[in-house]
């Protein structure tokens, strides 16, 4: 299961998601700009307030990494 | 991205090496002066340019970190650069054409590294949806800084401008603009010292330069828009820079003062730094690298 906390005008999160969908990777968002608990969630989570902040599978991804995510994943 | 479609054009063997794709355009919300793009989001044109570079088959290496250090070696009578990302890849090439823009002028003062990202972010576009409800400070009076504290007012309850001197430098309409919004407080003469907190921001010492004063303000955001500095670090002592840090390049040929080497839009000394024109550039670039190739 893959996570995604988002802001509906952050750059890297729309890369993101487009990298999700490329690779057909399903996810979940959650705007942080309008969801206060998912933006509680993701400052615990990840301790820091920059976007995107991505899950898979419990571990915490800050930032669109592509070489991160594709080791996660298993994207080759 | 215009050298490299130009570069393509002309049949070169290219391939772009780039920290992230984007740019600084990409990070504009609205992008209302480039020729025949109607659609505003800078990010859409940036992507727009991604698929007509991806079309020509280049391919775009994402490395990051950066460029760290350009060198050369002989081979045949002729120079051969060498690009070294900071994972330590290089890449090889007859002709460079550095393209590399800029990026934010940090502060430089304690607690600005500590809690990036916790409170101190350069980028009102990306982050200031975070603040819903919270006090923030905006560090600058330029047109950046004006635009961030615009973004701002959306969410913040409360937006403070620092601004150094006893003007803001930023267009006076949007400054009009903000005077009129209430969370909006401006504070002039004011020299950033130092930024604190615990897990994330809580408070921004600054200077009141008129009185001498020492003064705090609790804020949890502190959006830095002090101005930019090229990304020319990997070139100094391999072509001319200026006091900037500019690219010094001749602004017919976009040659730099390394036989060979290229320099295009933002990183470079030309006066006006606008997309349309760095594209145009990039287009100038290309054309006359490929035609130093063909005479080499």
Known sequence: MVNIYTTPTCVYCQMAKEFFKENNVSYQEH?????????????????????????VEGEIVIGFDKEKLMELLDIK | MSAAIYAARKKLSVEI???????????????????GFLDKDGLVLMQNMRSQVKNFGIDIKEVGQGIKSISSRQENGKEIFILEDKNGDTYEGKSVIVASGKKPKKLGIPGEEEFYNKGVTYCATCDAPLFGEKTVAVVGGGNSGLDSAMQLTKYAKKVYVLVRSDIAKGDQITQDKLKEIEVVEFIMNAEVQEIKGEKFVNKMIYKDKASGEEKELDVEGVFVNVGMIPNSDFLKGFCELNQWGEVVINPKTNATSHVGVFAAGDVTDILEKQTVIAAGEGAKAALQCYKWLASN
């Open chain 2, 17 to 35: 090496i780039a920290d992230k794709f984007g740019g600084q355009t990409s990070l504009q919300p609205e992008v209302h002066n480039y020729p």
């Open chain 1, 31 to 55: 705007d942080v700009s309008s969801d206060a608990k998912a933006r509680e969630e993701m400052i615990n989570k990840s301790g820091q307030m920059g976007v995107p902040v991505i899950e």
